[in-house]
């Protein structure tokens, strides 16, 4: 019947399913909050728990291919809608490799890439070890559920009293995002930041968008821009990293993987993320075929699109009041407008975005 499952009710669900109306197909939304941006475009909504089995059985019975938008859905619940026979897309291991920052990191040097260097820290001797390992400054992270800079802080070169850091870093990432630092990175010099939008079929066929270049404001997300300022040479190298990862995970979908770039053009992988990423949202304006239609194909066994760009694009995040001047941002010109339909601005909150367009 067409019907796509999403797990995860958030823009990115929503703009999902806009993309898989276009297509002629239908969405089923899963996700526990009482009002999520995704319900307003779905054919069909479940507000339950991830972990709730029944439910789940349900759903899965409801749907023709099941995928998420974010990436702590449980892995026990993907383990059991897979166990159930349903086909769920992107697989468990994209899925579960993505979830620990420890586990991410090793696969990542197991197929032959970079990372910062990195230590487990589970307690205050750990870190220690670990600063002498990865030097300073550091970053001692949640190894789970950090998004968007959360649960994340910095380990100066002057800090000395490294047991009260510590404490705050624990009380830090429980507050913000549940969960403890357990990871500690070097803290990477790098020049820029650039991610890869790729996409694998379940046949094996491999579509990779322009980088693009990204740049945060407080660990959130603010621009996205292509062309990125990197040379052919590092554009490959990226394109050649994405693309063994899409591989070794057997991937079907569509993957953001996030590099650093160095000064001498090399790169670091800071984390991928097993879904339509927000530095691929400049796709929807300037490319034929979007980040979002692409994952909908990819799940649902459709040809994949063409990547090409037709634009260059300059993508912005609306945070918090700033979507309040959306009336001006809709008389721009070649100025793509979308807005997620959430009620309420807080600090922080992503509203909406904008992307520029200009000739390439
Ligand atoms: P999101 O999932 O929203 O991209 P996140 O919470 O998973 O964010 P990271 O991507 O790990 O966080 O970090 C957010 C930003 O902080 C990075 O894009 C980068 O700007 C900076 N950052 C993170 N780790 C490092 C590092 N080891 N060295 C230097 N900068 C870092
Ligand atoms: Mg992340
Ligand atoms: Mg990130």
């Avoid at 910095?154 to 507050?175: G, H, M, P, V, Y």
């Avoid at 008389?331 to 807080?346: C, N």
Wanted: hydrophobic share 40%; glycine share 10%; with cysteine.
């Amino acid at each position: 019947n067409g019907t796509i499952g999403i797990l995860g009710g958030g823009q990115l669900g929503r703009m999902l399913g806009v993309a898989a109306a276009e297509l002629g197909l239908k969405c089923h939304i899963y996700c526990p909050d009482e009002r999520a941006p995704a319900y307003d475009i779905a054919a069909k909504t479940t507000i339950a728990s991830y972990t709730d089995q029944d439910t789940l059985a349900a759903f899965a019975a409801e749907v023709d291919v099941i995928t998420y938008e974010f990436e702590n859905v449980p892995a026990e619940s993907v383990a059991y809608l897979t166990g159930l026979g349903a086909k769920v897309r992107p697989g468990a291991k994209a899925l579960e490799t993505s979830q620990d920052r420890l586990v991410e990191k090793q696969f990542v040097n197991t197929i032959g890439a970079k990372t910062a260097a990195f230590h487990p820290v589970d307690d205050l001797s750990a870190l220690k070890d670990g600063l002498e390992k990865v030097g300073r400054p550091a970053i001692l992270k949640t190894r789970r559920f950090g998004y968007d800079g959360k649960g994340q802080t910095r380990i100066k070169t002057t800090e000395t009293d490294l047991s009260a850091a510590f404490e705050k870093a624990i009380a830090f990432a429980w507050e913000e995002v549940g969960a403890a630092p357990s990871i500690l990175e070097g803290f990477v010099p790098f020049e820029r930041e650039i991610s890869i939008i790729g996409a694998r079929s379940k046949d094996g066929q491999i579509r990779l968008y322009d980088p693009a270049e990204n740049v945060h404001r407080d660990g959130i997300l603010k621009t996205s821009s292509v062309p990125a300022t990197i040379t052919d040479q590092t554009a490959e190298n990226a394109r050649a990293i994405a693309t063994k990862m899409l591989q070794e995970l057997d991937y079907v979908g569509v993957m953001g993987v996030e590099f650093f770039v160095l000064k001498d053009g090399d790169l670091i992988v800071n984390e991928y993320a097993p879904r339509v990423h927000n530095s691929g949202h400049w796709t929807q304006d300037a490319c034929a075929i979007s980040q979002f239609e692409q994952h909908i194909r990819a799940v649902t066994g459709w040809p994949l699109g063409d990547p090409r760009r037709h634009s260059n694009a300059v993508m912005e995040n609306l945070i918090g009041d700033e979507a309040h001047n959306w009336r001006a941002l809709a008389s721009e010109p070649d100025t793509g407008v979308h807005l997620y339909g959430k009620r309420e601005a807080r600090p922080g909150r992503k509203m909406g975005h904008v992307t520029r367009i200009t000739k390439p």
